[in-house]
């Protein structure tokens, strides 16, 4: 087990940016894949991103794709989620989620391993 806390969350304009970070507990996090999730109100989370433990493969929906960047730095026990031209349709708590498996987070939609989350609020 590992413990997450994201942070980075925040209210911005549409168009605006915005960086998460999730910060791992300990080293066993550059063994895990990573990936972000995130549910508005009334909806269910969906899958944003996910890269794997060495981050050479990485996976974005296709609502984000040209718009978000995930990332990671395992010398810091730390992944990231760049967002930029934000839309008010991103608005959610955004969750970071860590797991052995990268197929598991991209096809199944679950992990061992989440945050409480943060959240993004985009204004029009």
């Known amino acids: 087990q590992v413990q997450l806390v994201e942070s980075g969350g925040g209210l911005v304009q549409a168009g605006g940016s915005l960086r998460l970070s999730c910060a791992a507990s300990?080293?066993?996090?550059?063994?895990?894949?990573m990936g972000w999730f995130r549910q508005a109100p009334g909806k269910e989370r969906e899958f944003v991103a996910a890269?794997?433990?060495?981050?050479?493969?990485?996976n974005l929906a296709d609502s984000v794709k040209g718009r978000f960047t995930i990332s990671r730095d395992n010398a810091k026990n730390t992944g990231y989620l760049q967002m930029n031209s934000l839309k008010p349709e991103d608005t959610a708590v955004y969750y970071c989620?860590?797991?052995?498996?990268?197929?598991?987070?991209?096809?199944?939609?679950?992990?061992?391993?989440w945050g409480r989350g943060t959240q993004v609020t985009v204004s029009s």
């Open positions: 890269i794997r433990w060495s981050g050479g493969s990485r």
């Open positions: 300990d080293r066993t996090f550059s063994k895990y894949a």
């Open positions: 989620a860590a797991d052995a498996s990268y197929d598991r987070i991209v096809l199944a939609g679950v992990s061992d391993n």
